[in-house]
């Protein structure tokens, strides 16, 4: 990687950052949020502590993880808007006439993404924390937990950039929120999959990638080292990464269709 | 001297179809010289946007060949833009970001070093005159500052080529103004080669060494402004009689002097003989105890220019928008 290629995804990275950290609403709602819905859920759902086979007796640790793929979301849905909204404005066009490598605008959207859910995923531990929750997996699972929040970041901010890329229209981009809270809803969000009684419910989870992001996250904080759950985690959110880079990279090829 | 040096802008039959849209574009032909202010005028949607994102390299051609300083643009897309600096339609700014961040991240992108990007955003934001306002929003700037930062950031890597695509619609006429005197300084004193499109009749007239007039997606007149008006010749006179009822005989005092041409609101003639005629005119008015209203003589235009190559006046010409679209619209969408 040569000098002026990491200058310039350092400078739309930091481009990406500032303009989140300028848009008071794109910092505040996806931090306030999904904690707001782990109060809720915590408080409403704790009675499920109580069912046989509940994996703890703590519902806040259970659900910590959610907050965790929300926030991702979140993040990810107001970068893929800046990146369409950039098309729509021409400021892509102008980054195009620079000789600016196409790989360089998708590693500074990237960069931008990974440091908000860094930073988001940060305030949920530590907030899971203050209320008393312990990590099972200690300091070092608090690491893994977060290069798991910035492994996911990245695959869906792919996601993000190849709907932007590929329709160039923030409205777009941001009908994909639904469609990301119906498959974070019929995961094993709120309840584990073997104590899901509704058989297609436990079915639509259990081939649910969501179901896999969260259960990684759950076993860091409530199990341990579960290397079953690591494993499918990380194997899901790889492959999710992947294919979003892939499709954001053809997608980014088409857009930038400069001869 | 390098290739661009030496160069300026030149096409052959340069065409581009849309999918959905009209032949935006109906084969063009251009030369423009290295130094030269070029002015392409026409009205909206007549293809000028288009010629600019194909001469720019972010729309490919459909047919014909563009070579621009040197370089063709089909096959040399990273020289020509190397070579280029180009502030297009609708200055592209980010709202959120700052005049001083803009020039961080251009000058960054063009890969200037560190020392020269602090010296080089500095000497253009002092040049355009936003040293004042360099730390500010851009979402605070007016319609000129904002485009006085589009033109900074087109000058970062001091392009030899600038394309400017109608760099002062919708600004008042004292940023107009500001803006026309950078425009000159560059070519002028620097020998930067401007490509300029304009919608406005006097920025041509007056930045212009040269004019191509456009219209549906065809040049239909080229020259400097003063051939162009020349080729037109003789001037008009307009006259307004004070009765209404007078009009017809009015018209035919007119006719003696020339072919007569359509006026919004009186009687114009062409004048078969030049300006001396209108002496006559006021005899021969005076004579038939004709009272005039409002009498008055107009030096050919560029208006008049368009009107006699295409039947109809630059003013109010106006086509559906202009169908501009990105290269990744056109790689989608082929034609």
Redesign the interface.
Known sequence: MNQRFADQVYVLARRSVVRTARQPANVIFPLVFPLLLLAVNAGGLKAATQLPGFPTSSFVAFALAIPFIQGALFATMNAGTDLARDIQTGFLNRLSLTPMRGVALLAGQLGGIVTMGLIQALVYLSVGLAVGVRLASGFGGALVLLAFAVLISIGFGALGAFAALRTGSGEAVQSLFPAFFVFLFLSSMNLPRNLIEIDWFRTVATVNPVSYLIECIRSLIIVGWDGEALALGFGVALVITILSLALASISLRTRLARS | MTVNERHGIEARGLVRVFKKGPRAVDGIDLNVAPGEIYGFLGPNGAGKSTTVHML???L?PTEGTARVAGYD???E??K???A?G?A???A???P??TGR?HL???T????LSQDERKRRSKELLERVGLTRAADR?VRTYSGGMKRRLDLA?ALVHSPSILFLDEPTTGLDIQSRLALWAEVERLAREDGVTVFLTTQYLEEADALADCVGIIDHGRIVAEGSPEELKAEIGRPTVELVPADPNERERAAAILARFGELQSSAEGIAVRLRSGEADLVEIVRALDAEQIKVENLQLHQPTLDDVFLAKTGRSLEGAADEEEPVE???????EPA
């Open positions: 720019v390299t972010l490919p643009v089909v096959h897309g990273p020509v833009r190397a280029i180009a297009l339609q609708e592209a700014l980010d959120l970001l961040e961080r991240l251009q960054t992108m063009h890969g929003k950031l990105t290269g990744a619209d056109a790689a989608l």
